[in-house]
């Protein structure tokens, strides 16, 4: 418990590209990515660091990518692996859909914020409505049928200025359903095991729990 403390601390305090170059894995949604003209971590040590380490070590890693990626805290994110846990699905797949079917993931995975740390933002400013309702809460989970929509008061707004420009070429996720025109979407279906294409593994981090 005290060395996973360590290392979330760690996480916590370093800038978003530094912890994609220690996590090893792209978690800023930055295009321009450091980690992509420097793969390696961090420091005057980093090029000759070599990743391995024990069992536990690579869980608690895993589960820090995870909890990096989707801008999630432990506390909460201890709340997705219980619920998923007594799902009928996998708990791996049950803890990536509860991850992937977040308000904010959904408002990236649209296409209208270039990041996740945007999205988190543009939706705990209220700028997108479910089912007609406004919803200010990033990790409200949308449900099959849901429909999600840039509210009329947000659309002329500077910070969603090029997103009319920037959506033409954009392809959500095939349970996701994207209206490029009115900038509305509607949730399909709940993303299957074979659509969720996550850059990490799950069944690590739901072992590192289940100890």
């Known amino acids: 418990a005290k060395s996973e403390k360590g290392v979330a601390f760690l996480f916590m305090h370093t ?3 530094k912890k994609c170059r220690r996590l090893g894995m ?3 949604g930055k295009a321009k990515c450091a980690l992509k003209a420097r793969p390696y971590p961090p420091g005057m040590h980093g090029k000759a660091f070599r990743r391995g380490g024990s069992e536990f070590g690579q869980q ?4 820090q990518k995870v909890k990096a990626m989707y801008g999630v805290r432990e506390r909460q994110f201890r709340r997705y692996f219980d619920v998923a846990s007594k799902s009928r699905a996998m708990t791996a797949t049950a803890l ?3 991850l992937e079917t977040r308000l904010d993931n959904v408002v990236y995975r649209l296409g209208f914020a270039s990041s996740r740390n945007q999205a988190r933002q543009m939706a705990g400013h209220g700028h997108f409505t479910v089912n007609g309702r406004r919803v200010d809460v990033p990790s409200y989970a949308v449900k099959k049928g849901d429909e999600i929509a840039l509210r009329d008061g947000s659309a002329g707004k500077k910070l ?3 997103v009319r420009i920037s959506i033409k070429k954009h392809e959500p996720p095939q349970w996701l359903e ?6 509305k979407a509607k949730v399909k ?3 299957s095991e074979g659509e969720l294409e996550l850059p990490f593994r799950m ?3 739901t072992e590192l729990y289940s100890r």
């Open 189 to 191: 279906q709940m993303p």
């Open 96 to 98: 990536a859909r509860a």
């Open 26 to 28: 792209s978690v800023c």
């Open 178 to 183: 994207l209206d490029k025109e009115n900038l």
């Open 60 to 63: 608690l890693a895993e589960k």
């Open 160 to 162: 969603f200025q090029d």
């Open 15 to 17: 800038s978003k590209c």
């Open 203 to 205: 069944q690590l981090v």
